[in-house]
């Protein structure tokens, strides 16, 4: 819906979730999966609605009754963080908390994978407090990461020790990764940046044989399963988002081969023999591999690309169509279907597919257009582009986390001042740098400032013939969106 602009539709959505959504209930929820799905949904719906045709309220995108929904359903998380380590119980019961007998052993994903959505609703809301316990989370594996330099797949989150020691980028470790990555660029933070490529690292010394990334023992670096998992195939598109093009495409390339061997991924592939492995040959339809290609289409416009989007259609029409969906491949050696359709194929494999064969369309935005909302801390920029999918794909717009900063009333004044002056030298041109803010409700560093403004120009809400370099009122960076490329390039 956010992506079709189904006005009406959207409408009625969000209608029946202001009367209907309650998160006080007696129920134990995972906190990874209500994170991406939940809050992750709600805030992207939040950041959409204006542009889909919903009347805002007053405030916006600083408030609003699907970002009062996502606060409310990540508070209901928080206790899950309370843990000695300050990595969290997978599992949360949102009346009561933590329950007494929950088992403290984490995967490696349900911990770090907090930093897209609890960032953003830090900066919208003004309350640090998500932020805070997203970053400690992603330091705490980091810190306890092995001499070798890799993380293991479940981690006790009481004592901190490896309960699963295999390290590969596939199923319980692979969001970690991804949003080590998105959470940089997102934040424009060269912490999670350089975490990422240390790791990165660590990954090709002791995981990749020959454009396969194979599972090792985190302490030793020794092949404990030689297995490609359809999970996996998210890594070319995360290569792309670091401008490690050229690798991407071999990797993708190797995986595409197995595609095209079964009409789609299984979830375990036995590489030496060439074949899937037992009691794992289903493929529920995930969107991983097309995840990748619509990134890397993005960054090489290679067709090979566009014909794996091509392939992935008519599979899925030819085998898993049914008449009330698209069902689970039970078995990719003979397409027996299963009677479940994931909700991922939807929010994802079907997202990605529209986007990879709809190059104008304004998630790809470059740039050159952009809106003007006026909030309550002044005018903003939004829908410029450069949008972050987190890892249920609800894309995140990175401007707006600018929008809802409380700056120094001294700033306003001097701003006030600036503005009053340039008005009366309409025939020059002036730049006015903003000093960096690090205001009330903010917990994380803010990037530098990039952006400049010219004095007495009047902008349209739609387009704009100057860079975003130059955009209006917030620390926004425009090459984010180029390839990822943000810290690898020098200039």
């Known amino acids: 819906l956010q992506i079709l602009g189904n006005v009406s539709e959207f409408q009625r959505v969000v209608n029946v979730l202001q009367e209907g959504v309650d998160f006080d209930i007696d129920v134990n929820a995972s906190v990874f999966e209500t994170n991406i799905r939940v809050v992750g949904g709600l805030l992207s719906a939040h950041l959409l609605s204006k542009k889909a045709g919903v009347e805002v309220e007053v405030g916006w995108p600083c408030s609003g009754p699907l970002l009062r929904m996502a606060e409310e359903a990540a508070r209901k998380l928080l206790p899950a963080f309370q843990t000695p380590t300050g990595m969290p119980y997978g599992t949360v019961n949102l009346l009561h908390g933590v329950n007494p007998g929950e088992t403290p052993v984490t995967c490696t994903a349900g911990i770090g994978t907090f930093i897209v ?162 009691k794992r040959e289903g493929y529920p339809l995930r969107p991983e591999l097309i995840e990748s290609a619509m990134y890397l289409y993005r960054a090489t416009r290679d067709p090979t690309l566009l014909e794996l989007g091509r392939d992935a259609v008519e599979s899925i029409e030819k085998i898993s169509k049914v008449d009330c969906g698209f069902a689970t491949i039970k078995d990719l050696r003979d397409h027996r279907l299963d009677n479940r359709m994931e909700s991922f194929f939807l929010a994802e494999t079907v997202k990605y597919l529209y986007l990879l064969f709809d190059p104008d369309n304004f998630i790809h935005n470059d ?33 707006a986390l600018h929008c809802c900063r409380k700056r120094k009333e001294e700033q306003w004044e001097v701003e006030d001042l600036m503005r009053e002056f340039y008005s009366l030298k309409k025939n020059k041109k002036f730049t006015l740098k903003r000093a960096a803010d690090h205001g009330e409700g903010e917990s994380a560093k803010d990037p530098e400032d990039a952006p400049s403004e010219k004095g007495g120009e009047t902008r349209n809400s739609k387009k704009s013939s100057h860079s975003l370099l130059s955009c209006p009122s917030q620390s926004f960076n425009s090459k984010l969106a180029v390839l990822g490329q943000v810290f690898l390039d020098n200039n």
């Open 117 to 278: 959505e609890f960032a953003t609703l830090s900066h919208l809301t003004g309350d640090p407090v998500f932020e805070d316990v997203a970053r400690k989370a992603l330091k705490a594996l980091w810190k306890n990461r092995s001499d070798i330099g890799l993380v293991g797949n479940h981690i006790d989150v009481l004592t901190a020790k490896w309960v699963a020691q295999d390290s590969g980028i596939g199923a319980g470790v692979d969001s970690y990764f991804e949003y080590l990555v998105k959470g940089a660029i997102l934040l424009q933070d060269k912490e999670l940046m350089s975490m990422f490529l240390e790791y990165n690292k660590a990954i090709k010394n002791y995981t990749k044989f020959d454009d396969w990334y194979l599972w090792v023992q985190m302490y030793k670096g020794t092949v404990s399963m030689p297995v490609f998992q359809s999970l996996e195939a998210y890594w070319p598109g995360l290569q792309s988002l670091i401008g490690d093009v050229d690798n991407a495409m071999r990797t993708f390339l190797n995986y595409y081969t197995v595609w095209k061997q079964f009409g789609g991924l299984p979830e375990f592939y036995n590489i030496p023999q060439g074949y899937t492995v037992d």
């Open 367 to 399: 740039g050159s257009v952009f809106d003007v909302v006026l909030t309550p801390y002044g005018e903003c920029v939004l829908n410029a582009g450069g949008y972050i999918f987190n890892t249920e794909a609800h894309p995140i717009d990175p401007a």
